[in-house]
């Protein structure tokens, strides 16, 4: 048991970070599209949550090495679990900054979004709820989906454009604000690519594949996460 490896970040933390991120991503498109400030509280009320995750992590590095044991970075094991994690961190805290930058309109009396923008809301949520489900019940079919819609991607990429475009020749405090909230979105859509891509080098890893799973670490109430999260 001594030569055996631990990763650092186990299936108990990248269930937790993902719950935390997917939560913070619908809440704060829901708060951006209903022009709602309970919704953008509820993802900056998340912040001690994720500071609870990281400080577990921390706690967990500290009494592995304490115990002598072995922390593995190099398999494909851990090198996903690590990805996946920093990909869900950056998309926890560009949510952020879309529940931020809502209440800074909302405070600024802009209460209705365009049309064309609800469309890139909806499109990223949908990324990000497809990886969720892809995590979760290990449906590598879901993460296979995100890498396909290339055609989708190309328009969203546009649309993006387009109204930075737009933004940058209003010039005012309102624009700059849906500016970067506009930034957040892409900011997420690529994490999710990320997540995805990660996920399929995952399950054509050998060295992930026969990992043994980490039996020190419960996941109580939990009937899906197994695969990905139990190789990690």
């Known amino acids: ?35 709602s400030y309970e919704l953008c509280q509820i993802v900056r009320n998340t912040e001690d949550e994720l500071r609870d995750l990281q400080l577990n992590i ?63 809301t909806n499109f990223v949520n949908g990324l990000v709820r497809l990886y969720t489900v892809a995590l ?30 737009e933004l940058i020749y209003r010039n005012d405090a309102n624009a700059r604000f849906e500016l970067a909230i506009t930034h957040c979105l892409a900011q997420i859509a690529e994490q999710a690519y990320e997540i995805a891509n990660t996920m399929m080098q995952w399950l054509d890893g050998k060295d992930c594949a026969a990992a043994p799973s980490d039996r020190s670490v419960s996941v109580p109430g939990n009937p899906y996460y197994a695969g990905f999260v139990r190789a990690c």
């Open 1 to 35: 048991m001594r030569d055996r490896q631990y990763s650092l970040v186990s299936r108990f933390h990248l269930l937790r970070m993902t719950r935390l991120a997917q939560r913070a991503v619908d809440y704060s498109i829901k708060g951006y599209e209903l022009g």
């Open 58 to 120: 921390g706690a967990r590095g500290r009494l592995l090495r304490a115990e002598g044991r072995r922390v593995d970075t190099e398999s494909t094991a851990a090198s996903c679990a690590l990805r996946v994690y920093s990909a869900l961190q950056v998309t926890y805290f560009a949510a952020a900054e879309i529940a931020q930058n809502t209440l800074l309109l909302l405070e600024g009396g802009h209460k209705t979004q365009s049309p064309s923008q609800m469309l890139t």
């Open 136 to 165: 979760f019940d290990e449906e590598i079919q879901y993460a296979r989906t995100i890498l396909q819609v290339d055609e989708s991607h190309r328009r969203f990429d546009l649309q993006l454009s387009l109204r930075e475009e």
